[in-house]
Nanobody, 117 residues
Framework: QVQLVESGGGLVQPGGSLRLSCAAS????????MGWYRQAPGRQRELVAS???????NYADAVKGRFTISRDNAKNTIYLQMNSLRLEDTAIYYC???????????WGQGTQVTVSL
């Protein structure tokens, strides 16, 4: 079973940037897509961005133009470059993978992103 470890979160001011990493313990090449999710206090976990093995991406409307998802297939690692951060981006960020219907990996611990003055 592949395990996922998220890192790169932290405290940043509005307008700042962070780059998150999701390191997989094994190959994720056979998983149709990987994605970043986030869960804010009192909110449902939501899909932020996804990327296929070949690099096709999709983004939630709330982050379009600000976040960029990418991957390094050789390293089995997914990244999320977060620019122009807003207060409402504050959440725990998780990664996972699967198809359009279901994720196939256990959830990791996530990484906390806090945007605050």
């Amino acid at each position: 079973q592949v395990q996922l470890v998220e890192s790169g979160g932290g405290l940043v001011q509005p307008g700042g940037s962070l780059r998150l990493s999701c390191a997989a313990s094994g190959s994720i090449s056979s998983i149709p897509a990987m994605g970043w999710y986030r869960q804010a206090p009192g909110r449902q976990r939501e899909l932020v961005a996804s990327i296929t093995y070949t690099g096709r991406t999709n983004y939630a409307d709330a982050v379009k133009g600000r976040f960029t998802i990418s991957r390094d297939n050789a390293k089995n690692t997914i990244y999320l470059q977060m620019n122009s951060l807003r207060l409402e981006d504050t959440a725990i960020y998780y990664c996972n993978g699967g198809d359009s219907r279901a994720n196939v990996l256990p959830w990791g611990q996530g990484t906390q992103v806090t945007v605050s003055l």
